[in-house]
Each structure stands twice: as structure tokens, then as C-alpha cells.
């Protein structure tokens, strides 16, 4: 993955957010830093404190940086690093977030089994039903965010941990009045590891997705 995001005809930084893992990604990384100075960064976290918070985590790193265009994606190979291109020149015609998405145009998925892909896609089925936009990957994982995206979102005040933190993000963008907009990218399953979906995970964004339509009734969304 580090080698593959350095070698695309783009200056792309990379950081990675390690909660603990107990697979030396630290010790791996930390080496590799030497090699791309400047370029690949760590950000260590003691233990286990969420998808979501650590994304955010790598938003507020990269705001402070001052980055123009924020990224967030799987270093597993499940999300191609050829198109974080795409997704960034999306953002440069004239969208506010981009989404690499799997349903956008079919079903763009590999190596999952069928009952998995009929969850996901059925997913932003629902989603769309309950919250009414207009996002045919709600849950996608592969996002790029133009920096005043992120600045204008309350980071702080999202909710969700689990994969409903990805649907959150997308329905905040929105209901804030920026643009975003979907390309279209194949998803090919990891070939290592295990996947972190639970039935607590699947509850959170089940029961989140109506929370969160609920809330925001009530709540005044600044344009963007």
C-alpha cells in the first residue's frame, strides 16, 4: 500500500492511524518513515477506541497540517490507490467530497460472499428510505473530503464509532449544502486479516440511521 500511494504521478502523503495493533504495523512503519521522509507519517493511539475516532483523529492531524485534500481508505488493497486520483479529481471539477463507490454504477464488488454484499447494498437501501439523500454507497470507506469539508463539520460532535460514522459523514456533508458526489471504483475484499463487522456494529448503524434523521429535524445545518 505505501509503496503503491508513493508511486502514483502525485506528491500523496500517507498517515496511518495505529490503535494498538499487535501486528508490528508501528515498528513496520516507523522503518519505512526513513525511506519516505516527509511523506509517511504514524499516529499512535493506546488500544482499541473505534473506526470513527480515529478517523477523526487523522482529519484533525491533516487540518493542522493544512492539507487542501483529505483522504480516508483501507490500507488492505480492499480500495485501489490508482483511485485516489479519481476521487481527488472529482473534488478539483467541482465537488466538495468525493465517495469511491461500490453501487454507484452496479454492484463493483469482489471476493465478498453474497450474503455480505446483499447487507451492504441493502444498507444504502435503507438509508436513502430513512434519510432521503440521494447516496447509492452510504457506508463506503473510500472518501475524499476538500479540507473546508472537515473544518466546517463539528468533528467533535459526530456521533458513531462503527460503520454508521460512514453514513453519518455523508449525510452531515450534505445537510451542510456541499456537493458529493459518487465515482465509481471496483472493491476487492481483503486477502489477508479479518473484517470487524459485528452484530453491535450492524445495531449501531441500523438504529443510528433513524437517531441521526431524528436529530437532525431538530437541528440547523449552517450552508456550506
Given amino acids: 500500500m505505501i509503496r503503491k500511494v508513493f508511486s502514483l504521478p502525485h506528491d500523496f502523503h500517507l498517515l496511518i492511524i495505529d490503535d494498538g495493533s499487535p501486528d508490528g504495523t508501528n515498528i513496520i512503519v516507523k522503518n519505512l518513515m526513513n525511506v519516505y521522509p516527509e511523506r509517511l507519517f504514524i499516529q499512535e493511539r493506546a488500544g482499541k477506541q473505534g473506526l ?6 487523522g482529519f484533525k ?6 492539507y487542501d485534500y483529505i483522504f480516508e481508505m483501507d490500507a488492505d488493497f480492499s ?23 461500490r453501487y454507484s454504477s452496479g454492484v463493483n464488488v469482489v471476493n465478498w460472499p453474497m450474503s455480505r454484499v446483499l447487507m451492504s447494498y441493502f444498507a444504502s437501501v435503507y438509508v436513502r ?3 432521503g439523500i440521494d447516496v447509492q454507497d452510504s457506508t463506503a470507506g473510500f472518501m475524499c473530503y476538500k479540507r473546508k469539508v472537515l473544518e466546517t463539520i463539528e468533528l467533535d460532535k459526530v456521533k458513531f464509532v462503527g460503520y454508521a460514522f460512514q453514513i453519518e459523514m455523508k449525510y452531515t456533508t450534505i445537510k451542510h449544502g456541499f456537493k458529493l458526489v459518487e465515482v465509481p471504483i471496483i472493491f476487492t475484499d ?34 456550506g
Fill in 190 to 223: 481483503r486477502t489477508a486479516g479479518t473484517s470487524k463487522m459485528s452484530t453491535g456494529i450492524f445495531k449501531e448503524a441500523f438504529f443510528g440511521v433513524i437517531q441521526m434523521k431524528i436529530n437532525s429535524i431538530f437541528r440547523k445545518y449552517p450552508e
Fill in 129 to 131: 428510505f430513512i434519510t
Fill in 79 to 101: 480500495h485501489n490507490p490508482n483511485d485516489l486520483l479519481k476521487l481527488r479529481q472529482a473534488c478539483i471539477d467541482g465537488a466538495d467530497a468525493a465517495i469511491g463507490s
Fill in 61 to 66: 492531524w491533516a487540518i493542522e497540517h493544512h
Fill in 52 to 57: 470513527g475516532t480515529a478517523y477523526i483523529h
